[in-house]
């Protein structure tokens, strides 16, 4: 009886110590990381709703594809490629900035985790973010160890929220040139 006490608490250790840990060492693999996401940024009363692709690269580098736009991030600087306003937007990212798609690309050097909670198959981890006032959360199947929500709470009037709604290793992928587009040229890189 003491015996399978403590194997079961061992196998329930191992199961839902780690989930992040687990999903984290997927960006690791040395292959690229293909996942389908719903992006959502509320601001005040403004809701954004956008659905597409999140291709990660490598840890400097990510794309996220969807129908409005393109936004290609490599090193520190940011491409926007807009089909609605048809232009293509170069900037900066300020250096220890932390967005919702560096979390998503195993970013957690800057994320504190101060609480867990399971609820039925998911594990919510909540964190704060080292140096800027942000909260937020996580959600990880634990089945399946992906994580299937991460939740960004910047202020009381703006939070960005991201469902993963699947997860692919693939083995190439060629990020799109930006010279295959016509666009008006707009580059805020200083």
Same mark, same amino acid.
């Given at each position: 009886?003491?015996?399978?006490?403590?194997?079961?608490?061992?196998?329930?250790?191992?199961?839902?110590?780690?989930?992040? /840990? *687990?999903?984290?060492? !997927? +960006?690791?693999?040395?292959?690229?990381?293909?996942?389908?996401?719903? #992006? =959502?940024?509320?601001?005040?009363?403004?809701?954004?709703?956008?659905?597409?692709?999140?291709?990660?690269?490598?840890?400097?580098?990510?794309?996220?594809?969807?129908?409005?736009?393109?936004?290609?991030?490599?090193?520190?600087?940011?491409?926007?490629?807009?089909?609605?306003?048809?232009?293509?937007?170069?900037?900066?990212?300020?250096?220890?900035?932390?967005?919702?798609?560096?979390?998503?690309?195993? /970013? *957690?050097?800057?994320? !504190? +985790?101060?609480?867990?909670?399971?609820?039925?198959?998911?594990?919510? #981890? =909540?964190?704060?973010?080292?140096?800027?006032?942000?909260?937020?959360?996580?959600?990880?199947?634990?089945?399946?160890?992906?994580?299937?929500?991460?939740?960004?709470?910047?202020?009381?009037?703006?939070?960005?929220?991201?469902?993963?709604?699947?997860?692919?290793?693939?083995?190439?992928?060629?990020?799109?040139?930006?010279?295959?587009?016509?666009?008006?040229?707009?580059?805020?890189?200083?």
């Amino acid at each position: 009886m003491i015996m399978r006490l403590v194997l079961f608490i061992l196998l329930f250790n191992f199961i839902t110590a780690k989930p992040i /840990e *687990y999903f984290v060492k !997927i +960006f690791n693999s040395g292959k690229y990381v293909k996942m389908k996401i719903d #992006f =959502y940024h509320k601001q005040y009363e403004s809701n954004y709703n956008s659905s597409g692709v999140f291709l990660f690269i490598d840890k400097e580098r990510y794309v996220f594809d969807s129908s409005e736009f393109l936004l290609i991030v490599d090193d520190s600087i940011s491409t926007t490629i807009n089909h609605k306003t048809q232009q293509i937007i170069f900037s900066i990212i300020p250096n220890g900035q932390l967005n919702i798609f560096d979390i998503l690309s195993g /970013e *957690y050097e800057s994320i !504190i +985790f101060t609480k867990e909670e399971i609820n039925n198959n998911s594990q919510n #981890f =909540y964190f704060n973010v080292r140096d800027f006032n942000y909260s937020g959360f996580v959600i990880v199947d634990l089945l399946s160890k992906n994580i299937r929500k991460i939740n960004l709470e910047l202020d009381i009037n703006q939070s960005i929220s991201v469902d993963i709604k699947s997860i692919e290793l693939i083995e190439n992928y060629e990020v799109p040139k930006v010279s295959n587009y016509k666009y008006e040229i707009i580059d805020l890189r200083g």
